[in-house]
Protein backbone atom coordinates (compact mmCIF):
# COMPACT_ATOMS: atom_id res chain seq x y z
CA UNK A 1 0.00 0.00 0.00
CA UNK A 2 1.39 3.34 -0.85
CA UNK A 3 0.25 6.88 0.88
CA UNK A 4 -2.82 6.57 3.02
CA UNK A 5 -5.79 8.83 2.08
CA UNK A 6 -5.60 12.05 4.51
CA UNK A 7 -9.05 12.47 5.97
CA UNK A 8 -10.21 8.95 5.16
CA UNK A 9 -10.87 6.66 8.46
CA UNK A 10 -9.24 3.35 8.73
CA UNK A 11 -10.88 0.16 10.14
CA UNK A 12 -8.43 -2.62 11.55
CA UNK A 13 -9.75 -6.25 11.55
CA UNK A 14 -8.10 -8.79 13.10
CA UNK A 15 -8.50 -12.51 11.37
CA UNK A 16 -6.54 -15.85 11.68
CA UNK A 17 -3.86 -14.18 13.32
CA UNK A 18 -3.29 -11.58 10.92
CA UNK A 19 -4.18 -7.97 11.33
CA UNK A 20 -5.93 -6.15 8.23
CA UNK A 21 -6.50 -2.50 7.37
CA UNK A 22 -9.08 -1.05 4.98
CA UNK A 23 -11.01 2.48 4.70
CA UNK A 24 -14.78 2.50 5.57
CA UNK A 25 -15.98 4.76 3.37
CA UNK A 26 -13.76 3.18 0.44
CA UNK A 27 -15.09 -0.48 -0.38
CA UNK A 28 -13.38 -0.48 -3.87
CA UNK A 29 -9.98 -0.65 -2.08
CA UNK A 30 -9.59 -4.11 -0.50
CA UNK A 31 -8.00 -4.09 2.66
CA UNK A 32 -4.26 -4.88 3.24
CA UNK A 33 -2.17 -6.56 5.86
CA UNK A 34 -0.66 -4.39 8.08
CA UNK A 35 0.77 -7.11 10.98
CA UNK A 36 -0.28 -9.97 12.56
CA UNK A 37 1.53 -13.19 13.88
CA UNK A 38 4.71 -14.55 11.06
CA UNK A 39 3.61 -17.15 10.40
CA UNK A 40 -0.30 -16.48 9.58
CA UNK A 41 0.87 -13.09 7.92
CA UNK A 42 3.36 -15.98 5.63
CA UNK A 43 0.38 -17.81 4.58
CA UNK A 44 -2.58 -15.06 4.08
CA UNK A 45 0.46 -14.17 1.74
CA UNK A 46 0.63 -17.40 0.09
CA UNK A 47 4.07 -18.64 1.40
CA UNK A 48 4.22 -22.06 2.93
CA UNK A 49 5.56 -21.02 6.17
CA UNK A 50 7.62 -18.52 7.63
CA UNK A 51 11.23 -18.15 8.39
CA UNK A 52 11.04 -19.61 12.14
CA UNK A 53 8.69 -22.51 10.87
CA UNK A 54 11.69 -23.12 7.88
CA UNK A 55 14.26 -23.17 10.57
CA UNK A 56 12.49 -25.48 12.55
CA UNK A 57 11.78 -27.82 9.76
CA UNK A 58 15.65 -27.81 9.10
CA UNK A 59 16.62 -28.66 12.72
CA UNK A 60 14.07 -31.57 12.43
CA UNK A 61 15.98 -32.92 9.60
CA UNK A 62 19.09 -33.11 11.37
CA UNK A 63 17.10 -36.30 13.06
CA UNK A 64 15.13 -37.61 11.16
CA UNK A 65 15.85 -39.64 8.35
CA UNK A 66 12.84 -39.57 6.07
CA UNK A 67 12.73 -35.46 6.41
CA UNK A 68 16.67 -35.79 6.10
CA UNK A 69 15.90 -37.41 2.52
CA UNK A 70 13.17 -35.80 1.55
CA UNK A 71 14.82 -32.51 2.44
CA UNK A 72 17.99 -33.04 0.05
CA UNK A 73 15.95 -33.67 -3.04
CA UNK A 74 14.35 -30.56 -2.30
CA UNK A 75 17.69 -28.70 -2.31
CA UNK A 76 18.48 -30.45 -5.09
CA UNK A 77 15.74 -29.99 -7.10
CA UNK A 78 16.04 -26.25 -6.29
CA UNK A 79 19.30 -25.81 -7.37
CA UNK A 80 18.08 -27.56 -10.79
CA UNK A 81 15.38 -25.08 -11.15
CA UNK A 82 17.40 -22.31 -10.31
CA UNK A 83 20.45 -23.36 -12.82
CA UNK A 84 17.44 -23.61 -15.62
CA UNK A 85 16.04 -20.01 -14.84
CA UNK A 86 19.90 -18.39 -15.63
Known amino acids: MGELLSGETLIYERANGVVYARYRDKPEIPRWIIGGDPGAVARAQ ?24 LMDKLVTTYYVIKEEKQ
Open 46 to 69: GKLFDYSEWIHLCELAETNVTLKK
